[in-house]
């Protein structure tokens, strides 16, 4: 359904170091840098066919964070969402709501963590058992 994900950041360096380390733990590598005609710097890294962008906003404005917006990472373990989690908070993320863990619900059991990167944008590491 989704061609990519794009968040806006007002460090572009610090969100590299942060997302480098976090999509690192699912397995994602360097991202494409590119300068827009804009002049705006733009990181683009792509993993089994999904595209996570960063990008300094394009109207030279300060970048938000939305208000009830999550973006997930599927995972393919409890110990990657770990991974995921542990790789945030040590670069600069901040853990957010509850610690790590399985939660059960109406959706089944899951494995979640949640944090936040550097400029707000709240991030969910998933893993689905299967049943």
Do not use: W
């Not at 397995?27 to 890294?45: D, I, K, Q, W």
């Amino acid at each position: 359904m989704f061609s990519h994900v794009m968040v806006g950041s007002n460090d572009i360096e610090r969100s590299k170091r942060f997302y480098d380390a976090v999509l690192a733990a699912l397995g994602a590598g360097e991202p494409l840098r590119n300068e827009a005609s804009t002049g705006h710097n733009r990181l683009f890294y792509r993993h089994e066919g999904s595209t996570f962008c960063v990008s300094e906003p394009i109207n030279g404005e300060a970048a938000t964070f939305a208000n009830g917006g999550t973006i997930g990472f599927k995972c393919i373990s409890p110990e990657q969402v770990r991974e995921f989690h542990d790789a945030a908070v040590a670069h600069g993320g901040t853990s957010i709501e509850n610690p790590p863990g399985l939660r059960e619900g109406k959706m089944g059991a899951m494995y979640l963590a949640y944090v936040r990167d550097p400029d707000g944008n709240k991030l969910c590491a998933l893993h689905r058992p299967k049943v």
